[in-house]
């Protein structure tokens, strides 16, 4: 059912929108009734996982041409709805997370079958639960409906991070569960109910530069709220907030690819632009000072999580402290409030996702093929493992900003967009974090094609992981490689966000 807006008739009231939302949550349901049925939960979980992205494709093209879906659920209070609204910027996580959820739900298949995980109903339970969270985030037309359900996701991946439930899990998970809820009940809630009182409305203006607020607000609330919302969606990894990323690493690697490129650190950032663009918008940024300051604050981040990962051996571990970098990148660009910087952010939000995606699946697929964990191990390894190794190599150059992979997109924008901006300072971020992206990327690549297999450990018996985990993991770097060469997919979306 669609009805157009008589007053906006870009707007569409659409139950399209509701279904994309719902899909995913009727599969972790039936997905929760399956017991011991791997072959129907599985089954179950692709078919869901194909409705949702089949059903968010569909939205794209009127989106482009400027129709914003909306449908409004329940209302609480005046000024307090939870409503759903799908515009561009919504558009660009939206598919991220449903496209990725259809490779991320096969690659699960072989990882945990391979490993022969326990309790794997919970795990695709959990799982689908989580993307209906993200979906209900990207498709969020005001403040409390995004808080509702970022706190969906903060609480449905719990189980997922504890999933071993060993000393390591729990501990992990609980670092992971006491960050995110005190940050948002303690920073997000009263940030939500001040704004409540100065504007009487939570809701989301329609464009990037008016904002919620007056032009005659108090500029040191309006300052501390930022603040607040900076740090309150600490999904987005920022330090000092960042701790429990690198603790959830002791989740299975499919949770850990969904917490770092499809679900978890995306809701993340796209709450903190999608409150630094709509919530406060380019004009007041630009009037209160917020936009190049908060610039250099994440460019802190950029260059010491990238400096951390340098000692890591540990590849997980390494990759989720690249990761915290990279967040940082997204909000960087946004925070240069010039045309280049914003769509450089903006476009790393896919960029990111299916390169990252990429790098976690191949350590998963490592561990699964030879039980290696440390890249110190990995000596020779590409010889056996090809597929993987180069899948690995091609991400690493979408991490490092190389053409002809996504990255490069990435890095010309936000250098086209610090030079219009004037902050040359931020140009010594951007090199030092690539030249450092090299040095925390390159060993492992070299050591798996060029180095020597340790003494006493032959390479017999040592092959590539189940096919149902080396497909998904070359096409998500396959799609790397297409959306650095052909960037107008997702670059459409983001021009109609900038307009």
């Known amino acids: 059912m669609e009805i157009v807006n008589a007053v906006n008739s ?5 139950t399209k929108i509701v279904w994309a939302l719902v899909v995913p949550l009727i599969g972790a349901i039936c997905v929760s009734m399956t017991g011991k049925k791997p072959n129907l939960r599985e089954s179950i979980s692709v078919i869901s996982a194909v409705i949702l992205c089949s059903t968010v494709l569909t939205m794209v093209s009127p ?35 449903s496209s990725l959820w259809v490779i991320a739900a096969f690659y699960s298949m072989g990882y945990m079958r391979g490993l022969h995980e326990h309790a794997q109903t919970r795990f695709n339970t959990c799982f689908a639960i989580a993307i209906f969270g993200a979906i209900g985030v990207a498709f969020s037309d005001n403040l409390f409906t995004m808080y509702l359900f970022y706190e969906i996701v903060s609480v449905c991946t719990y189980p997922l991070v504890a999933h071993h439930q060993d000393e390591e899990g729990y501990e992990g998970a609980k670092k992971y569960i006491v960050y995110l809820t005190t940050t948002a009940k303690g920073l997000l809630l009263p940030a939500l109910a001040i704004i409540y009182v100065m504007t009487g409305t939570l809701d989301f203006p329609y464009n990037i530069q008016d904002g919620m607020f007056a032009a005659d607000a108090n500029g040191a609330i309006v300052t501390m709220l930022f603040i607040f919302c900076l740090f309150g969606f600490a999904k987005n990894g920022l330090m000092p907030v960042h701790h429990w990323l690198p603790g959830a690493m002791v989740a299975p690697t499919p949770v850990s690819a969904l917490l770092h490129a499809v679900a978890v650190v995306k809701v993340g950032v796209f709450s903190t632009t999608r409150m630094m663009l709509y919530g406060f918008g380019t ?10 300051p908060t610039a250099y604050f994440v460019g802190f981040t950029i260059v010491m999580a990238s400096v951390i990962a340098l000692t890591k051996d540990n590849l997980k571990a390494r990759l989720a402290y690249s990761t ?10 946004v925070c240069l409030l010039t045309p280049h910087g914003i769509a450089g952010g903006l476009i790393h939000i896919s960029n990111h996702a299916f390169s990252k995606i990429t790098l976690f699946f191949c350590a998963g697929a490592i561990y699964v093929a030879t039980r290696k964990k440390n890249i110190s191990e990995m000596s020779g390894l590409a010889k056996t493992m090809p597929f993987t190794f180069g899948a690995f190599a091609i991400a690493s150059l979408s991490m490092i900003g190389a053409p002809p992979v996504a990255g490069f997109v990435t890095k010309w924008e936000l250098l086209v967009g610090t030079i219009e901006s004037g902050s040359f300072g931020i140009i010594l971020v ?24 340790p003494e006493g450990e032959p390479y017999e018996g040592i092959k590539e992981a189940p096919l149902s985990m080396v497909i998904p993991l070359c096409t998500c ?17 983001v021009k109609a966000v900038i307009g």
């Open 324 to 333: 915290v970098s990279q967040l940082s990148y997204i909000m960087l660009g």
């Open 477 to 493: 770097c396959f799609i790397s490689v297409i959306i650095g060469i052909y960037p107008n997919f997702f670059m459409n979306l």
């Open 63 to 97: 989106v482009l041409d400027g129709k914003i879906f909306y449908y409004q659920l329940f209302k609480i209070l005046p000024g307090i709805t939870v409503t759903l609204r799908a515009d561009a910027f919504s558009m660009i996580f939206a598919l991220v997370a």
């Open 10 to 14: 870009d707007i569409v009231t659409s």
């Open 430 to 453: 951007l090199l030092a974090s690539t030249l450092l992206n090299v040095a925390y990327f390159a060993p492992v690549t070299y050591k798996a094609f060029f180095g020597k297999r």
């Open 283 to 292: 004009d007041t940024m630009s009037a209160l000072n917020l936009g190049i």
